[in-house]
Each structure stands twice: as structure tokens, then as C-alpha cells.
């Protein structure tokens, strides 16, 4: 088996310009209202009064950018009563439009919210990993399109090892 491959997203680095989603969409040619990635605001905090102005208290904001996680055990893919959703042994995660029904099963399953309809097509489309220019030896548009490096990819254990890992408490 190849080994499982992988984004890898720094939000300490991304500044929510957008690349990474115009790239996915351009090179896609991804029709209106369907974002594979998107880069969206995490934000937080309150304005509290002092001396008749209001004053920032614990703001914060976030740009976080997202697409498919390509999971492990991916639940879309148990979910698919067309077996239209599969897995290639490097771990990307696939819809084959030619299989695919439009019965939104997937995207309902997802935690993400990575599936999306695309109703000219009448059927579900996802991130593909830029599954062509990952043949072809090259990392997917959103990452070369990322001008600060917040986004990497490659094999999930060597990006384990550059960046860390995160482990969510129990």
C-alpha cells in the first residue's frame, strides 16, 4: 500500500487571501457555489463598554482554509448506495461521476461538509486531491497557490513529522 497522503494547513501562517480557493476553483473550473476549499473565519470575543467607548475584550479571528479530509475510514464512502465513492491506496478519496446518482447521501454523512451537488451535473463532487498533478509528481493547485506556505502536502507520516502531530483530549 502507498503510504497515505495528506494536507497539511499552518493557520498560524494563513492570512485568508483566498489563493488557495481561487487556484482549487480555476483549475477545477468549478461552476458557482461549489467551493472544493474553502477559507473561512473563525472568530470570537466581545466589545464590552468603558468609559462611554467600547473596547475590544478577547477578540479573536482565524482564517482557517479546509477542503476533504481524504479520511482513513471516509463514512461518505460506506454511506454511497452507488459505490460511486472510493479510495485509492495512496488514501485519496474519489467520486466517479460516472457511478454517482445525486442522492446527497455523502454529503449528509460528512462531517466536513466536503461533498457538494453540482445540479448541472446531477451528481456530488468533492476535492480530489489534484489527483492528476499528484501523478504527475506535483502538489495540488491550493497548496502552490498558497503564497505564504500555510499549506503543505505530502505523505501524513512525513508531514507528521515536520509539523507535529495534534491529538484532541479524550
Not at 487556484?23 to 468549478?30: I, M, R, S
Request: proline share 7%; with cysteine.
Amino acid at each position: 500500500m502507498s503510504k497515505q497522503l495528506a494536507f497539511y494547513v499552518n493557520i498560524a501562517s494563513c492570512t485568508g487571501c483566498k489563493d488557495c480557493q481561487i487556484a482549487c476553483k480555476d483549475k477545477n473550473q468549478l461552476p458557482e457555489g461549489i467551493k472544493w476549499r474553502r477559507v473561512f473565519q473563525y472568530e470570537g470575543g466581545e466589545w464590552v463598554p468603558q468609559d462611554g467607548e467600547l473596547i475590544p475584550s478577547n477578540l479573536y479571528a482565524y482564517p482557517v482554509s479546509a477542503a476533504c479530509m481524504h479520511c482513513a475510514d471516509p463514512i461518505c464512502m460506506k454511506v454511497c448506495p452507488a459505490s460511486a465513492i472510493s479510495k485509492r491506496d495512496d488514501g485519496i478519496v474519489l467520486i466517479d461521476a460516472n457511478k454517482c446518482i445525486g442522492c446527497r447521501y455523502c454529503s449528509w454523512a460528512c462531517p466536513y461538509g466536503a461533498p457538494q451537488f453540482n445540479a448541472s451535473l446531477g451528481v456530488m463532487t468533492k476535492c480530489n486531491m489534484c489527483f492528476d498533478l499528484v501523478d504527475q509528481g506535483q502538489k495540488p493547485a491550493c497548496v502552490q497557490a498558497c503564497p505564504y506556505g500555510a499549506l503543505d502536502f505530502g505523505p501524513l507520516d512525513e508531514l507528521q513529522q515536520a509539523h507535529g502531530t495534534f491529538n484532541a483530549p479524550a
